[in-house]
């Protein structure tokens, strides 16, 4: 645990006992003020019940709303879909403040196109989804390193105590599981080999900048798209919301990992 998250902890600690004696205004003071950045795996793409007709699709039954709910935390829901690193710098990173005590994040699936990945590997076979991995993960190892370096360092600028958790991707694939159309298990490989190096990335970009990373691909294995209880969408209408957690991936896979990386 970091630092801050400590110091977090000893605080929390604190006014609780300060709340049984009576003194409700220190403890009010101590409240956790937690601020969700990020793309659609933190607003809750593909989990339905959508707060609002934004365009964004955070969910009531995203990650962050239920670590909220389940905490008392005070949430200001930033994560938005489609979202880029250049987006949490632009458009969210103005609701960290030196009050903010945890924030969350997943970012960079976007940056590194693996949207478009998705498409060239159901249109263009093994060969052409080899090569949209394969510049995909290009990106990321050369360019997203720096993209996210200055993201990070914006939010610990930005918001000096507050614990930061960097949330990871899943894998989208059982491979050898239960799909028999669609991508081969080849080009399912790719993608999954896609999705670790930019966990690998993200990992080294969080640990630089002392940051928690939470790897959720421990939660989903055995809940890939092909297994017998998925997680994750496979193509769906929207289309938009192909390739994301379920409620039930929300739930089960990115909420408890959240938790436990605190």
Not at 2 to 24: C, D, F, I, M, N
Not at 52 to 66: I, N
Not at 228 to 249: K, Q, R
Request: charged share 10%; net charge negative; hydrophobic share 40%.
């Amino acid at each position: 645990m970091t630092v801050p998250a400590a110091l977090r902890t000893l605080t929390v600690a604190v006014a609780a006992l300060l709340a049984t004696l009576g003194l409700t205004g220190v403890a009010d003071a101590a409240a956790v003020n937690y601020v969700a950045l990020g793309d659609s795996y933190s607003s809750g793409v593909g989990a339905g019940s959508y707060l609002d007709s934004s365009s964004c699709k955070r969910s009531a039954k995203a990650y962050p709303e239920l670590y909220a709910n389940s905490s008392g935390a005070s949430l200001s829901f930033q994560a938005c879909s489609g979202a880029k690193t250049s987006d949490v710098l632009n458009n969210q990173a103005g609701a960290l403040s030196s009050s903010t005590t945890l924030v969350s994040i997943s970012v960079g699936g976007n940056d590194a196109g693996f949207s478009s990945v998705m498409e060239d590997c159901i249109i263009g076979g093994d060969s052409g989804c080899k090569t949209a991995v394969t510049n995909a993960t290009n990106y990321v190892n050369t360019t997203l390193p720096g993209l996210l370096d200055n993201v990070y360092r914006t939010i610990r600028s930005k918001a000096p105590n507050a614990e930061v958790v960097v949330l990871g991707y899943p894998h989208f694939y059982k491979i050898g599981g239960s799909c028999s159309v669609g991508l081969s298990d080849t080009s399912r490989g790719y993608v999954n080999g896609g999705a670790d190096a930019l966990d690998t990335v993200i990992n080294k970009a969080a640990a630089n900048a002392g940051f928690t990373f939470a790897d959720v691909r421990p939660a989903f294995t055995g809940h890939e798209i092909c297994s017998g209880s998925p997680w994750l969408n496979s193509v769906t209408w929207p289309v938009d919301e192909s390739y994301h957690p379920t409620a039930t991936g929300q739930a089960s896979g990115y909420y408890p990992t959240f938790k436990a990386a605190l």
